[in-house]
């Protein structure tokens, strides 16, 4: 994985430097918080209900081990002895103080971690495929080009003050894992006939309170234009994203507003003007930012299918864990695994800092020093040998992270809510605790199949709602809560976006009524190979409708 | 009936106003408005400790008091003076080991 060079250590020293003085400054009351907000929020420190926040990035959700046992011992030392990691791939503490701030920055920088622009309207941590690298169906590893856009986009002076905040997400697989079409910019990594490597480029994607799924504004972007075309479109939504209004300053609605062939022409004559510039990347640099990545040297482990044959036959726990959990891997002696971080009734994404140390000594001894973080909020450890999978899967059952639900009706995505969250409206946490009790049972949840359920605790969509087969936003009414359910989106390659099914229901009706659309799906399904998600598109809303509201929906 | 609500600058504890201008971390301690002018003392208070760099996000809370309790009327400020509803060992909840405000 990426190493910082001279500059980077340099920078990001100076940077922690720079903010501990901010922080004495205030602490001594030299800088009001009207001052100081800014600044705090640049080192991804936020105020929230209990406390204040700290938002660390992890840069296209990879890890390394000793970073991982630096959060765990931050977790121990300054926080509760827990992280959450997020749908950005990033992990927030939720109670550090404010003066202990500058010292934990200064332990991330020894690991080669920061803070920085994980808030303000800047460009944001660039996200990536969680498989990068790995993946059978990958064409290309993501990764070195996110390098490539974090290096470029580190306190560039002229997006650092953008209308408002820009999400860039990089793919590498046909298969979308990385729901580009539901960022600011997407990038989806493709050989064209010829063989070259480039870019299909997605503009105005975004969830919060205006869904949209970007728009494809160009088929094929050569791999050495990646810095020109992106300047090009961040120059065109500098100049012309809106800043009178908070709610339409994303780039989604200029795009909307603008018209998608209008704004491609408008980034095309930038692109045009940029392309022979030095933002042309030379093969030279790409390739050495792509040694960085370079995939391990992964020794041949074919005793591997028969022991695995043995195992999975004598115990049915880690054979179910064997079928749910793992992804295929480019070497047929290895699989990609999900450790999922949705024990039934558990937060999700939240981790124990002994949790962390045991991950970081599994990814040590059998994950070839490699960790991912998924934006479904699991982590994954790339590359383990098959032949290594039952002691891998042991060592997870120690810490209480095996269960065996990856891509499950129970793996649910929620953001912190309203038990966090000064801008939650209602609560996501015990939701999804509630349902994932509901649909404990193992066997019924494999017979349901793939399901993505989504939770958000306000309009801002940090669960990622709108992209749920079923979404469910919290909204607060009359004083309680009161949850929305969509049905039939989708965040992979095929994008949509999901639809109201109806009124809302309370917080003691919400369990039943997911219970009651699954169970309309089973009775309605062709048969098992039909998902949720295909059925839905086969069936349309009604026959949800119908279930939920009865004659109340035949009426409407 | 209001109390005033904000977190201590320090390390972003939510405290409330109570009597003699302390911030407590307790909201069955703190200071009950009953009308205008007692509103308009505790945003005082409030205002004045802004400017001495002891709290940030200062705001009246509406609340009840039910059988000599305290609660706030909104659930956002339920939560925020007895901790992560998910987390009963976590916030103030813990430390009062007294029934959730939720």
């Known amino acids: ?556 | 009936m209001k109390l005033l609500a904000a977190n201590r600058l320090l390390d972003g504890v939510a405290v409330w106003a109570g009597p003699d201008g302390v911030w407590v971390e307790d909201i069955g301690q703190a200071e009950i408005a009953r009308d205008g002018d007692a509103e308009a003392r505790l945003e005082q208070i409030g205002r004045e400790a802004v400017a001495r760099n002891l709290v940030l996000d200062i705001e009246l809370i509406d609340i009840d008091v039910v059988d000599g309790a305290v609660r706030p009327l909104r659930l956002r400020e339920r939560i925020r003076a007895a901790g992560p509803s998910i987390h009963p060992e976590l916030g103030k909840q813990a430390a009062k080991q007294a029934a959730s405000l939720v």
């Open chain 1, 1 to 556: 994985m990426y190493r910082y060079d001279e500059f980077d250590h340099a920078f990001v020293k100076a940077r922690v430097a720079e903010f501990r003085d901010q922080v004495e400054r205030r602490l001594s009351g030299a800088l009001t918080e009207e001052q100081f907000k800014p600044l705090r929020l640049m080192n991804g420190v936020y105020l929230q209900l209990h406390a204040y926040m700290l938002r660390i990035a992890i840069p296209y959700g990879t890890l390394a081990p000793r970073q991982m046992r630096m959060l765990a011992h931050i977790a121990r030392t300054y926080d509760k002895g827990y992280g959450h990691f997020t749908t950005r791939q990033n992990l927030q503490f939720h109670w550090p103080a404010l003066k202990d701030v500058p010292e934990i920055l200064e332990k991330l920088a020894s690991v080669e971690m920061h803070s920085i622009q994980t808030s303000g309207n800047c460009i944001r941590n660039v996200t990536a495929d969680h498989f990068a690298g790995a993946a059978a169906d990958e064409v290309a590893d993501p990764r070195p080009y996110a390098e490539i856009l974090r290096q470029w986009s580190s306190l560039h002076p002229e997006f650092s003050y953008l209308p408002r905040k820009f999400k860039i997400a990089v793919t590498g697989a046909e298969s979308d894992r990385a729901a580009v079409q539901v960022h600011d910019i997407g990038l989806h990594l493709k050989k064209s006939p010829e063989g070259r490597l480039g870019f299909a480029v997605y503009v105005g994607g975004g969830l919060g309170r205006t869904p949209m799924i970007a728009k494809k504004i160009r088929d094929f972007l050569p791999e050495e234009d990646l810095l020109s075309y992106t300047t090009a479109i961040l120059r065109v939504y500098n100049l012309h994203g809106r800043r009178d209004n908070k709610f339409k300053a994303r780039i989604k609605i200029l795009v909307h507003e603008t018209g998608t062939e209008e704004l491609a022409q408008q980034v095309e004559r930038e692109y045009l003007a940029l392309r022979e510039s030095e933002l042309k990347l030379p093969e030279d640099d790409i390739q050495a930012i792509r040694e960085y990545f370079a995939p391990p040297l992964l020794p041949v482990r074919s005793e591997g299918e028969a022991l695995l044959a043995s195992a999975t036959a004598t115990d049915a726990r880690f054979a179910t864990w064997v079928r749910r959990n793992l992804h295929t891997h480019k070497h047929p002696d290895y699989a990609c695994v999900t450790i999922s971080l949705k024990g039934i009734g558990e937060v999700p994404g939240d981790i124990s800092a002994d949790q962390m140390e045991a991950v970081a000594d599994l990814a040590e001894r059998y994950g070839q020093g490699e960790i991912r973080v998924s934006h479904e909020q699991n982590l994954v450890l790339p590359h383990v040998a098959r032949a290594d999978l039952k002691a891998v899967y042991e060592g997870l059952v120690e810490i209480g992270l095996a269960t065996a639900n990856a891509g499950l009706v129970t793996d649910i995505i929620a953001c912190p809510g309203l038990d966090y969250c000064a801008l939650a409206n209602a609560r996501s946490i015990p939701v999804a605790q509630q349902i994932a009790i509901r649909f404990a049972d193992q066997s019924r949840q494999e017979e349901i199949g793939d399901l993505k359920l989504k939770i958000s605790g306000c309009i801002n969509a940090c669960g990622h709602h709108h992209v749920g087969h079923i979404g469910i936003l919290g909204v607060e009414k009359k004083g309680a809560e009161l949850y929305q359910v969509t049905l039939g989106g989708s965040g992979d390659e095929n994008t949509t976006l999901g639809e109201i099914i109806g009124r809302g229901f309370g917080a003691d009706e919400i369990v039943d009524a997911v219970e009651t659309i699954v169970e309309t799906y089973l009775g309605l399904r062709q048969d098992k190979s039909e998902t949720f998600l295909a059925a839905y598109r086969r069936l349309g809303s009604a026959p949800f409708k119908e279930a939920l509201y009865g004659s109340e929906a035949k009426a409407a």
